[in-house]
């Protein structure tokens, strides 16, 4: 191909093109260059490209240049290990660390006609669309994690809510029914929640919902999981937990409960709470069962006084 046609698209190209001599002299400097650059090809051939850019990483050049020259090979650097090489302005409203033109740079070895002399090629790629797409996407992935994980817990106590306590309740269950793990399930209740609403207020009643949450959460381990089941009722996943220790458990925390006042616009707000508890059974066909069952045996906590604990039973 004639030198004349491979001069213009080396020029026209619309990517960078630099090409060094040894001693670091820029000998090319084409069109993409001296439009970002805002320096014309007669400004910089000629000069030391430190010298005409003295805010290039000299070292990190340096030895990628050595290498070119000595190992007769290219090398690359991604925008993602590099933002930019050269300091050119974009159009492009990217949000994050870097300000300039994000680039992908190839580093080329080059010899002259006479195969004498070695150069080397530096090719410059503005990447930025390609950035903004992948920050965009990076950050839409990150808005959809914070919303995931939003969407299980309950806005006012901070428990997991019913959807996530099912989900879990069924993961627990299919585990249990094929390795024989036990766990237990405890529905808990705070006892005449009505009528500290009824008296203090709603947001007094909100304030028990999320105290009574904070001493629940402290009693358990990281394993168990706790979902406010709907209104004041609560479920407890007590994982890798027979029904004796869950009942130790529980009543520890109906005990704290009990001991423990609650303190909104100069009232003291006392209250208790009742439970009933259930373990996994192998004779149990889904969770929904055991569930039941607990609820059956809170039930009978109120039924027989409230602030105590029931295990179910089929009695």
Not at 85 to 108: N, W
Not at 187 to 193: G, K, P
């Amino acid at each position: 191909m004639d030198s004349n046609v491979l001069r213009i698209i080396v020029q026209d190209i619309s990517v960078g093109v630099v090409v060094l001599d040894q001693a670091y002299t820029i000998v090319v400097w084409n069109k993409f260059m001296e439009k970002h650059s805002w320096l014309r090809s007669e400004e910089v051939v000629g000069r030391n490209i430190f010298d005409a850019f003295p805010y290039l990483p000299k070292e990190w050049l340096d030895l990628k240049l050595r290498s070119v020259f000595l190992l007769k090979n290219f090398s690359f650097t991604s925008w993602r290990q590099r933002p930019y090489l050269f300091k050119f302005a974009h159009s492009q409203p990217i949000t994050g660390s870097a300000e300039f033109m994000y680039q992908d740079c190839v580093f080329l070895p080059v010899l002259d006609a006479s195969c004498e002399k070695d150069y080397a090629t530096i090719v410059i790629q503005d990447m930025t669309n390609v950035a903004q797409y992948e920050k965009q996407l990076d950050e839409l992935k990150e808005i959809n994690s914070t919303l995931e994980q939003l969407s299980q817990y309950d806005i006012l106590t901070s428990a997991f809510n019913r959807r996530y306590m099912e989900k879990q309740l069924e993961q627990e269950f299919t585990k249990s029914k094929r390795y024989g793990n036990v766990f237990t399930v405890a529905m808990l209740d705070i006892d005449f929640f009505k009528k500290v609403n009824d008296t203090h207020g709603h947001q007094a009643g909100d304030e028990v919902l999320r105290q009574v949450t904070k001493i629940v959460k402290t009693e358990l381990r990281l394993s168990d999981v706790l979902a406010r089941y709907g209104g004041e009722e609560f479920l407890v996943v007590l994982t890798e937990t027979d029904i004796q220790t869950a009942a130790f458990v529980c009543d520890r925390i109906r005990q704290r409960v009990e001991d423990s006042s609650v303190e909104f616009n100069r009232n003291t707000i006392k209250v208790t709470i009742s439970l009933g508890l259930s373990s996994f059974k192998d004779t149990l066909t889904d969770y929904l069962q055991l569930v039941n069952e607990a609820d059956i045996a809170l039930y009978r906590s109120k039924k027989e006084g409230r602030n105590r604990l029931t295990i179910f039973t089929d009695q």
